[in-house]
């Protein structure tokens, strides 16, 4: 499915403060439908490339300096993030930044409110979420941060499809969970993408694990691009556990 470019990344460079290079030169792309993963250790460079994607970087105080970001054949650098969203890009935040004071059902219709859609379609789009997540769907009621971890995880996915998306960019989505529910989030983001064709950017320090769902990859280090291909290539190589670390 790469051979439609639905985001076609071209030598970003981007600066925190106006003094701190993250970003020096980084270029991707993702398929129509596709699901690619961005790999490399701890400060790489992986959260700052979803931030100038999504737009949030402003909010960092970042800059894109250098190079161009389109999606579906435009040009969407310093489009702010609530246009882009409206627009089929979706960012899940590191760390998954749920209203832990809100439901789980709040937090999920706070995803739809740019789209607005009517009451019926509302509920039909809720039901089409905890039917992806049944586990959403037993905790509704419950205020989200009383929830588990890979329940909020679930919870910041969920909400960021109440926005409709056709690409989520989504940031570390196994970090601090236990192997088991991260291989059912992993699962259940291959069924999305499947199913519905959502793709996915998927930004990730278990490289191994990343590498088993997702069709290319993108190892970044010290902010640039070391190394790029199909994951099945990339899983048979040993030397890359080393270099990387997926630790997974
Ligand atoms: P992590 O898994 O820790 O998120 P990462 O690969 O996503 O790692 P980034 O978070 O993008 O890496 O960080 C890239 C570089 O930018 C690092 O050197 C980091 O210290 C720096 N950086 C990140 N956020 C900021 C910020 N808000 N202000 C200044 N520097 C930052």
């Not at 499915?1 to 970003?23: C, F, H, K, P, Q």
């Not at 627009?87 to 998954?96: F, N, T």
């Not at 998927?202 to 902010?223: D, I, V």
């Amino acid at each position: 499915a790469a051979d439609r470019r639905l985001l076609d990344v071209s030598g970003i460079e981007v600066v925190y403060g106006g003094a701190i290079l993250a970003v020096a030169d980084v270029s991707l792309t993702v398929g129509q439908g596709e699901i690619v993963a961005l790999l490399g250790a701890n400060g790489a460079g992986k959260s700052t490339v979803l931030k100038a994607i999504s737009g949030l970087a402003a909010a960092d105080r970042a800059t894109v300096r250098q190079g161009h970001v389109r999606f579906d054949g435009q040009d969407i650098l310093g489009t702010a993030a609530n246009r882009l969203t409206k627009r089929g890009i979706v960012h899940v935040l590191e760390g998954r930044r749920v209203f832990s004071h809100l439901t789980v059902e709040e937090n999920l219709l706070s995803g739809a409110f740019l789209h607005k859609p009517a009451r019926g379609e509302l509920v039909r789009q809720l039901d089409d979420i905890y039917a992806w997540f049944p586990r959403l769907k037993d905790k509704r009621r419950t205020l989200a941060g009383l929830t588990s971890g890979g329940e909020q995880q679930m919870l910041a996915i969920g909400r960021a499809l109440l926005t409709q998306p056709r690409l989520v960019l989504l940031d570390e989505p196994s970090m601090g969970l236990a192997p088991t529910i991260v291989q059912e989030i992993f699962r259940i983001i291959v069924r999305l993408n499947r199913e519905k064709g959502v793709a996915f950017l998927l930004a990730e320090q278990n490289a191994a694990l990343s590498l088993a769902h997702a069709s290319r990859a993108y190892f970044l280090e010290s902010g640039r691009v070391a190394l790029e291909g199909k994951a099945e290539d990339l899983a048979q190589r040993d030397d890359l556990h080393h270099i990387y670390l997926g630790s997974g």
